[in-house]
């Protein structure tokens, strides 16, 4: 049986559960430090400066935490998204210029629910409407780079003007490197079978005429959908920042990696590329070494080329893309991550 | 009755996939299910998000999974338009 089978039918039914779910998700939010270390440090008895102690309460306590931010974030933002599709986004660029477009294609790639596995028809869709290469690539850059969940995340746990630069960031990475793809001509690195595909008269607004009952159904099966993906890599990315947390020497990161390394947000992008996570499975990892004393542009840069460049997706855009643009791509996005992380240590400096 | 299923093999086209076996069989359907990866076929049919369900050569959900009781419903009604 699915979750949305388990949820009232009734409108009234909807709203209790909504709002009780709300209202446990708050206690178990609040209550989250206290009970930790009243477990921890009371009634085990473990001192509270100890190495272990403190690697032991960061990952117990980032677990809880991370998981109740990311279930309410991917939730809502689920609701949200559900307002907009792909299709209307298509109707919206179609035609458009270059430069506009671009800049357009970028801001709704942010707000269209986009799932990479949908990467190729949206692309064949994209290019049979008319819009240009370079305008469908800033969509498809800017749907993983900026990505919502990541952006709920930094705001609850650096605040809104990391969360305004990380947007801005991104936003700019994606006009500016599909604006330069379509300025290199690069419709002839297209796979052919693409410019032959012909449309069905037939499409469907995937999100048109939902009910709000059918959107809260589509939130909670993301919020599920999303963790049976990803929650080894948050397991994974939590441990290391609790040990980054505990035992990582207060200089260690700051010495190889810090303000003072020139090659440190070059570092990031080349480790952060083949790397694949969910932007919320690095976010605890982030958090750690952001502690340790690590610059906000070589974290964020990082985080980005996790996100924005990752095996799987450049396999699937390999359907479409020839190797010579595919290896464009990944040039120019991972330029444009590079400036902007040497930009931002520049200016939180 | 013909039923595709259209979509690359994503978690989600999975489950499409069995929730629509499901319902044909509770419903005593007789149909052919059919799975559609070819993505040149499923941009054929004005799909952009996967999964999608085609009765009949005819879209009737694109980008979600719908719950059982709704494939059961769009499958008992027969396409009217």
């Avoid at chain 1, 049979?128 to 690539?137: D, E, M």
Wanted: charged share 15%; with cysteine.
């Amino acid at each position: 049986m699915s979750i949305a089978e388990r949820l009232p039918e009734t409108p009234r039914g909807r709203w209790l559960a909504l709002s009780a779910t709300a209202a446990v998700w708050a206690g178990a939010y609040w209550v989250n430090g206290w009970i930790w270390d009243r477990l921890l440090y009371d009634a085990a008895g473990m001192a509270s400066t100890a190495r272990l102690t403190e690697t032991v309460h960061f990952f117990v306590y980032d677990t809880v935490k991370i998981g109740l931010l990311l279930t309410g974030i991917i939730f809502v933002v689920t609701v949200l998204r559900s307002y907009a599709s792909v299709e209307r986004t298509r109707a919206l660029l179609g035609g458009r210029r270059e430069g506009v477009g671009n800049v357009m294609a970028a801001g709704l790639g942010v707000i269209t629910p986009f799932c990479s596995c949908s990467a190729v028809p949206a692309f064949i869709g994209f290019v049979a409407a008319g819009v240009p290469i370079g305008v469908t690539l800033s969509f498809l850059i800017a749907s993983p780079l900026v990505n919502e969940i990541a952006i709920g995340m930094l705001f609850s746990l650096f605040g809104w003007q990391i969360t305004a630069l990380y947007i801005g960031a991104g936003l700019t990475v994606a006009t500016v490197a599909g604006w330069t793809l379509g300025r290199l001509g690069v419709q002839r690195w297209v796979e052919p079978f693409v410019f032959e595909t012909k449309l069905g008269g037939q499409a469907i607004d995937s999100t048109a005429g939902l009910t709000f009952g059918e959107r809260i159904q589509m939130g909670a099966e993301e919020v599920a959908t999303i963790f049976r993906k990803i929650w080894p890599y948050l397991l994974v990315g939590i441990g290391l920042g609790a040990v980054i947390h505990g035992w990582a020497p207060e200089d260690f990161f700051t010495t190889y990696a810090g303000s003072g390394n020139v090659f440190g947000v070059l570092i990031a992008v080349v480790i952060g590329i083949p790397l694949y996570s969910n932007a919320a499975g690095i976010m605890p990892l982030v958090q750690a070494l952001h502690d340790k004393g690590l610059p906000m542009g070589t974290l964020l840069a990082f985080m980005m080329s996790v996100v924005a460049l990752s095996l799987p997706e450049m396999i699937l855009l390999r359907r479409v893309l020839k190797p010579r643009l595919l290896v464009s791509f990944i040039a120019v996005v991972g330029t444009g991550i590079v400036a902007v992380g040497y930009l931002f240590n520049a200016l939180l400096a | 009755m013909i039923i595709k299923v259209l979509g690359p093999g994503c978690t989600n086209c999975v489950t499409l996939e069995r929730v629509t076996r499901e319902a044909v069989t509770a419903l005593g359907l007789d149909a052919r299910i059919e799975k559609v990866t070819d993505y040149a076929a499923i941009a054929g049919y004005g799909v952009m998000s996967t999964p999608a369900l085609v009765v009949d050569e005819k879209v009737l959900v694109a980008g979600r999974v719908p719950t059982p009781a709704q494939v059961r419903e769009l499958l008992a009604s027969p396409v009217s338009s």
